[in-house]
Nanobody, 125 residues
Framework: QVQLVESGGGLVQAGDSLRLSCAAS????????MGWFRQTPGKEREFVAI????????TYADSMKGRFTISRDNAKNTVYLQMNSLKPEDTAVYYC??????????????????WGQGTQVTVSS
């Protein structure tokens, strides 16, 4: 069982940057690919980015390409999401997730086995 704890969310202004962190425990971190999703009230959870087990493979949702960067430090059991040029529409609860079945569609919630509790990001205009 893997436990995931996100941190780094907060209230920022449009154009600012934030770095989210997700610390993992209870499993072998490098065995899992890691993803970030986000969700706003009344909407389904939306894929943001995924990173492979070794960190060499990344995929982003089209709307985040060029602004967001996912990375991981397997020595620290942590995955990060660097978010630049934030927009009000980026306001959401951001979740990290861990999955074991590499090859499953990365944008599907069902492709991940463990989830964190989420961290709120609010971007004011």
């Amino acid at each position: 069982q893997v436990q995931l704890v996100e941190s780094g969310g907060g209230l920022v202004q449009a154009g600012d940057s934030l770095r989210l962190s997700c610390a993992a425990s209870g499993g072998t971190f490098s065995n899992y690919y890691m993803g970030w999703f986000r969700q706003t009230p009344g909407k389904e959870r939306e894929f943001v980015a995924i990173i492979g087990r070794g960190g060499g493979t990344t995929t982003y949702a089209d709307s985040m390409k060029g602004r967001f960067t996912i990375s991981r430090d397997n020595a620290k059991n942590t995955v990060y999401l660097q978010m630049n040029s934030l927009k009000p529409e980026d306001t959401a609860v951001y979740y990290c997730a861990a999955g074991r079945s590499w090859g499953a569609p990365p944008f599907l919630v069902s492709s991940y086995d463990f989830w964190g509790q989420g961290t709120q990001v609010t971007v004011s205009s």
